[in-house]
């Protein structure tokens, strides 16, 4: 692959880690901000989830998108999230595929199962912390 097709897959790469970082950071946040533990742990019983689940997953939700927007051990962190989302994929399985159905469909939750998948096959791209020291955003192979 030549040296600029390699960059720009790179930074492709980057924008699909960065995305779902902020998406995570954004989700867990929510759930300790606007929604509180307590009212996210409710909200686990009544969708049949142990309620403590509330205080793994929030704090989880939040690391991971910071580690996915800065770089950090994308491919384990991406890994990891699967499981979360397979979670809230079986939260909306019941309401239909599309996300704006009452109480949202299962269409985005599949699309971040599919995201994360790909992420944690493709490694972080461009412009993360685990890249430095190699010289360049992009020095290295990009499922570095």
Known sequence: MKAN???LQDYGIAILRIALGVMFLAHGLLKV???????????????GFPGFA?????????LAGVALIVGFRTRLVA??????????????????WVFSSANGGWEYPAYLVVAAIAQALLGSGALAVERLGAGSPVARPHGA
């Open 79 to 96: 890994a990891a999230t699967i499981p979360l989302l397979i979670g809230a994929l079986s939260v909306h399985a019941g309401n239909g």
């Open 33 to 47: 901000l606007v929604f509180t533990l307590p009212g996210t742990a409710g909200f686990f019983e009544s969708v």
């Open 54 to 62: 509330a205080y793994i997953v929030a704090p989880a939700e939040i």
């Open 5 to 7: 097709q390699q960059t």
